[in-house]
């Protein structure tokens, strides 16, 4: 799916268990460095993925390469990869620094350089003056650092990140994806990431693979996912989107909320007969479409208070609409369930996509 150079591969990779296909031809290159996330909905084939990866599984078709050799078979052991698990997989009986120190232990490192290096890891994670205290001691944040520390403290080749922030509050949440992001950049080590938050996905990753149903939906930066949805699937899944159903006509969109001129757009090229109209919901806005903008009359349905924002359901000609409105503007326009309020939204805050 990706044409990014290839330090980690999977070439047509295929899993089942019995006569359950979970995997269906991925086919996936990683450069060396780049930070990945994978995200889609439970059983789209995210953790499989993972594991075959690792090694703790292998595909019923295809393989997997890493830096041009053939690692489909390779037991996990001797793959020189790191795992970070959601739950931390800490050893309770060690302190923070025996803890870390493991892996080095297990490959002998002598006791000088094993000492700097878990000195100095330690100190990257913020956790040196801990070293000395028992897992059972810290908070959930601190031994989630201790996790990445041992992960990272043997240099590995590929670090597997499964869904390292997932046991965490969401101020601790934001810290760690702060401090993954900021290794990530000081080492250069190559990180896969599973998992359900997209936010969090779209915040870490150099690019985000969206899986469903055991394919890759589509692959890219961040940006271009969530702005540029490749199908109804992804537009639907990645971020908040209305979807509005209709057919180009000659240059025209027509649907239930009316007729709009796509004006030469370059992802309608082509584009005739059953399509859809892919919004944001922070790019509908309230009021009389301005010159040049295009607009609707719309019904109130639900208000949904979001803390800073409000959002607004609302129906236009049988199709559902949600809109982020400003706490304090909504509350100044004392919505009405039932009333019917103009929407508005620029022609180029529409994505187009050819329906199936």
Same mark, same amino acid.
């Given at each position: 799916?990706?044409?990014?150079?290839?330090?980690?591969?999977?070439?047509?990779?295929?899993?089942?268990?019995?006569?359950?296909?979970?995997?269906?031809?991925?086919?996936?290159?990683?450069?060396?460095?780049?930070?990945?996330?994978?995200?889609?909905?439970?059983?789209?084939?995210?953790t499989t993925t993972l594991r075959i990866i690792t090694g703790a599984d292998q595909p019923t078709d295809g393989s997997v390469r890493l830096a041009g050799a053939d690692i489909t078979f390779v037991p996990p052991h001797k793959r020189g990869f790191s795992?970070?698990?959601?739950?931390?997989?800490?050893?309770?009986?060690?302190?923070?620094?025996?803890?870390?120190?493991?892996?080095?232990?297990?490959?002998?490192?002598?006791?000088?350089?094993?000492?700097?290096?878990?000195?100095?890891?330690?100190e990257r994670v913020h956790m040196r003056e801990y070293a000395r205290r028992r897992v059972g001691e810290l908070s959930g944040g601190?031994?989630?650092?201790?996790?990445?520390?041992?992960?990272?403290?043997?240099?590995?080749?590929?670090?597997?990140?499964?869904?390292?922030?997932?046991?965490?509050?969401?101020?601790?949440?934001?810290?760690?994806?702060?401090?993954?992001?900021?290794?990530?950049?000081?080492?250069?080590?190559?990180?896969?990431?599973?998992?359900?938050?997209?936010?969090?996905?779209?915040?870490?990753?150099?690019?985000?693979?969206?899986?469903?149903?055991?394919?890759?939906?589509?692959?890219?930066?961040?940006?271009?996912?969530?702005?540029?949805?490749?199908?109804?699937?992804?537009?639907?899944?990645?971020?908040?989107?209305?979807?509005?159903?209709?057919?180009?006509?000659?240059?025209?969109?027509?649907?239930?909320?009316?007729?709009?001129?796509?004006?030469?757009?370059?992802?309608?090229?082509?584009?005739?007969?059953?399509?859809?109209?892919?919004?944001?919901?922070?790019?509908?806005?309230?009021?009389?479409?301005?010159?040049?903008?295009?607009?609707?009359?719309?019904?109130?349905?639900?208000?949904?208070?979001?803390?800073?924002?409000?959002?607004?359901?609302?129906? @236009?000609?049988?199709?559902?609409?949600?809109?982020?409105?400003?706490?304090?503007?909504?509350?100044?326009?004392?919505?009405?369930?039932?009333?019917?309020?103009?929407?508005?939204?620029?022609?180029?805050?529409?994505?187009?996509?050819?329906? @199936?």
């Amino acid at each position: 799916m990706s044409t990014s150079a290839g330090y980690l591969e999977l070439v047509g990779v295929e899993k089942s268990f019995g006569d359950t296909a979970v995997l269906h031809g991925i086919d996936v290159s990683i450069a060396e460095g780049e930070f990945i996330s994978l995200i889609g909905p439970s059983g789209s084939g995210k953790t499989t993925t993972l594991r075959i990866i690792t090694g703790a599984d292998q595909p019923t078709d295809g393989s997997v390469r890493l830096a041009g050799a053939d690692i489909t078979f390779v037991p996990p052991h001797k793959r020189g990869f790191s795992m970070v698990f959601q739950h931390f997989a800490l050893f309770p009986h060690k302190n923070v620094y025996d803890n870390v120190a493991y892996g080095l232990q297990l490959r002998k490192v002598g006791k000088r350089e094993l000492q700097q290096r878990v000195d100095a890891m330690l100190e990257r994670v913020h956790m040196r003056e801990y070293a000395r205290r028992r897992v059972g001691e810290l908070s959930g944040g601190q031994r989630q650092r201790v996790a990445i520390a041992r992960a990272l403290v043997i240099e590995p080749r590929l670090v597997l990140l499964d869904e390292p922030t997932g046991a965490l509050d969401a101020k601790l949440r934001l810290r760690m994806q702060s401090q993954l992001k900021e290794l990530h950049r000081e080492l250069g080590l190559t990180f896969i990431h599973v998992t359900h938050n997209q936010s969090e996905a779209l915040a870490l990753a150099d690019r985000v693979f969206v899986m469903n149903d055991g394919r890759v939906e589509q692959s890219g930066p961040p940006a271009e996912v969530f702005n540029a949805p490749a199908t109804r699937f992804v537009a639907e899944f990645v971020g908040r989107n209305n979807l509005i159903d209709g057919t180009v006509d000659g240059g025209d969109f027509v649907s239930p909320l009316g007729s709009f001129r796509l004006n030469g757009r370059a992802d309608c090229e082509g584009l005739h007969g059953p399509c859809t109209a892919v919004i944001r919901s922070d790019s509908l806005r309230l009021g009389e479409a301005p010159d040049g903008a295009q607009g609707a009359s719309a019904q109130l349905q639900a208000l949904e208070y979001g803390g800073s924002y409000v959002t607004w359901f609302l129906t @236009a000609g049988g199709t559902q609409l949600q809109l982020d409105v400003r706490a304090e503007e909504s509350g100044a326009l004392r919505p009405a369930i039932g009333q019917r309020y103009a929407v508005w939204w620029k022609p180029d805050d529409a994505h187009y996509l050819r329906s @199936a």
